[in-house]
């Protein structure tokens, strides 16, 4: 019975819908078979954010396709980390259309920031509240559009949201107030990192300061198996691997600008880990516990679409090339749940937040953020391997 | 010496040892082979098994077990020819006790081979072998490695090799509770020039490691064992499963080497002929 309400609530009665659940029950994506080219699965993961885009009219792009209800309102946070995925494609590409996708979405983030320099959580339609992780997102495309166009507006904006992440932030490094339910969470990193790309703009050292002192705090919670404490949502459940790959991925990334090998080391040691428990099982679960444990059953297409982009940094930096191999193979993988033929625009194209999709992470919608990393990670594995067709020749 | 090979059903590399022994003339006490375990047929499955096989041999495959149709497996014992014949009827042939457990960690399988009391366990083709079981054999465990240790670590590692422009080569060795961490008994290089494909390559790699083993456990029982040497895990990297798209360039990389290594020999003979006066 509840299954047959949670059904009709899906509205599973849409052949579109229908043909995802029932492909997902039966197992057939998500096992690495069907996937394409490289460049067919990009174009779709693009045209897909294209139609999140135009979804509202604000500019914004819609948070996610929800099975149940549709197109959601814009998402600040998401569409501001969205901005350098349109730029990086415009340059693959030359294509004008997403540059100036991008500076809509950049205009429009500019055009909602609240007065003390914050940005609002959660969707564009609920109560706007400042909060310090999607602020520093939304950091991160101001920035992109200020080294694009060199337009004034976007490094003023991006300066008043950087001083106010400074504000917030406690004496220890930590960000405590105007967090999601007040709790700090090591996950940060990324919100740090964009205080370093602000720093690499303007050179102020309290930018540089303050995303170094919340590094030594986060460090100072890495356990000894390579585990990171306060890495989940909440102190109670198990972290995604989405919130795993955000923790390395901003250490990895202030570890290669500041040239601290103890950032590196956390970053490289902790993804070396789930780069074994991927290859041994052919599977990243979506939860690990603080063991390195699987503590979920379905996959999180999102954190592995992230761990493809860790990887591919680690194979550019390093050079071992079993971080390329690992991440060809999880690119497969959600390659594979990728629906290039559907004609639902909120489902061709998308990637689901879980596999399958009623797994717990964004239960039956496709988020944004997960097409972002996506394609992010495709465009990362096609430079990489040019650059070993590179090396291989030389 | 009491030697016993540890396998999974049906696995090649056990029958490949079991050749490899008798060439050199010992014995092989018995054959203890994990049951493969049955994997659940489900639609996503049978679509796997349509686009690997084809339809009409699934049929006949599908047909043949419901109707109980004799197997086409014939005992043959040509070293080319182990593909076609069962591990038990092989084991049997060659005078070993043949036994099957369900799982080789187990308690089953601990029983089994303490009365059998082995000198010595030979690995062939098993998954990871627990303290349990490797505290049994008076002298040890000991595997066949298609890569040099300590620098190649686990899965594909020949091909591995290749990519990174590494010698290729095989290492006997004492299995521990790690991946090929355990100490080190022989290494020898191979030579890959005249080996133009992963397949070629794999099966001239396999072939000696089989022979090594053989040669090192003739050793043993001859009262020269190698003496053992500690690895350093440092030293080298576990790899996985290699992606098809970078073995690719391992083909591409082998067939550039066969084809300079062919160019080579030519011109060394077409100069040896005009040395020595040829016309």
Redesign the interface.
């Known amino acids: 019975m509840k299954t047959m309400v949670e059904l009709v609530s899906v509205r599973a009665y849409r052949i579109s819908h229908l043909k995802v659940l029932v492909k997902d029950y039966l197992g057939f994506s998500g096992e690495g078979g069907g996937a394409r080219r490289n460049e067919n699965h990009l174009e779709a993961a693009l045209a897909w954010l294209c139609r999140a885009q135009d979804a509202n009219k604000d500019g914004g792009v819609a948070g996610r396709y929800r099975l149940d209800t549709g197109w959601t309102a814009s998402y600040p946070e998401t569409t501001g980390y969205i901005v350098p995925t349109f730029f990086d494609y415009y340059r693959l590409t030359r294509n004008s259309e997403y540059r100036d996708r991008a500076l809509r979405m950049a205009d429009w983030l500019v055009s909602i920031q609240m007065s003390d320099g914050a940005f609002q959580g959660g969707h564009i339609d609920a109560a706007p509240q400042p909060i310090v992780f999607n602020t520093a997102q939304i950091l991160k495309g101001l920035v992109r559009s200020y080294q694009e166009t060199a337009d004034e507006r976007y490094l003023q904006a991006a300066r008043r949201a950087g001083d106010w992440l400074v504000e917030m932030q406690d004496p220890d490094g930590a960000w405590r107030r105007c967090t999601y339910r007040n709790t700090p969470t090591v996950y940060h990193t990324t919100a740090a990192w964009p205080l370093l790309m602000l720093h690499e703009v303007v050179s102020k050292s309290r930018y540089l300061d303050c995303a170094v002192r919340h590094f030594d705090w986060v460090c100072s919670h890495r356990q000894e198996n390579g585990w990171f404490s306060r890495c989940a949502f909440d102190e109670q459940s198990n972290s995604y691997t989405h919130t795993i790959a955000y923790t390395l991925r901003g250490l990895l990334e202030a570890g290669l600008l500041l040239k601290r090998e103890r950032y590196l080391d956390a970053a490289t040691s902790a993804a070396e880990v789930l780069l074994k428990r991927f290859e041994i099982r052919k599977f990243l679960a979506a939860q690990y516990d603080d063991r390195w444990k699987a503590a979920a059953t379905f996959s999180c297409l999102t954190g592995n679409a992230q761990m493809a982009v860790i990887w591919l940094k680690l194979f550019e930096q390093t050079g071992d090339i079993r971080y390329l191999n690992a991440a060809l193979k999880i690119n497969d993988n959600v390659k594979s749940t990728q629906d290039l033929g559907s004609r639902n625009g909120g489902i061709r194209g998308g990637i689901k937040g879980s596999q399958p999709i009623w797994g717990k992470y964004i239960r039956y919608g496709y988020p944004n953020w997960a097409a972002k990393y996506f394609a992010d990670a495709l465009m990362l594995e096609d430079r990489m391997m040019q650059r070993l067709e590179e090396r291989m020749e030389g | 010496m009491k030697v016993v090979i540890l396998s999974k059903d049906e696995s090649e590399k056990a029958k490949e040892i079991l050749y490899g022994l008798r060439f050199e003339g010992i014995p092989v006490q018995a054959v203890v082979s994990e049951i493969r375990k049955e994997i659940p047929l489900?639609?996503?499955r049978i679509?796997?098994k349509i686009?690997e096989y084809s339809f009409g041999q699934l049929c006949r495959k599908g047909l043949g077990k419901a109707l109980r149709l004799p197997s086409r497996d014939v005992p043959k014992l040509n070293k080319n020819e182990t593909r076609a014949i069962s591990l038990s009827a092989y084991s049997q042939k060659e005078g070993a006790a043949y036994f099957r457990v369900p799982d080789l960690n187990g308690a089953e399988s601990i029983d089994l081979l303490k009365q059998l009391a082995p000198d010595l366990l030979i690995l062939g083709g098993t998954g990871i072998i627990r303290r349990g079981l490797l505290d049994i054999p008076r002298i040890g465990t000991v595997n066949a490695h298609m890569g040099l240790l300590p620098k190649y670590r686990g899965m594909n590692v020949t091909e591995?090799s290749v990519?990174?422009g590494d010698p290729v080569g095989v290492t006997v060795h004492f299995v521990d509770e790690g991946v090929d961490t355990g100490e080190i008994l022989y290494r020898e290089v191979i030579d890959v020039k005249d080996c133009p494909s992963i397949e070629r390559l794999r099966a001239k790699v396999s072939r000696r490691q089989h022979q090594i083993l053989a040669e090192c456990i003739r050793m043993f029982i001859d009262g020269k064992g190698p003496l053992p040497i500690h690895q350093e895990i440092s030293e080298g990297?576990?790899?996985?499963?290699?992606?098809e798209?970078?073995k690719e360039?391992v083909e591409e990389?082998l067939h550039r080497m066969f084809v300079r290594g062919e160019a080579a020999q030519r011109r060394q003979t077409a100069g040896n002929f005009c040395s020595s006066g040829g016309r």
């Open positions: 489900t639609p996503a679509v796997q686009r591995w990519f990174n990297k576990q790899y996985y499963a290699m992606h798209r970078l360039r990389k």
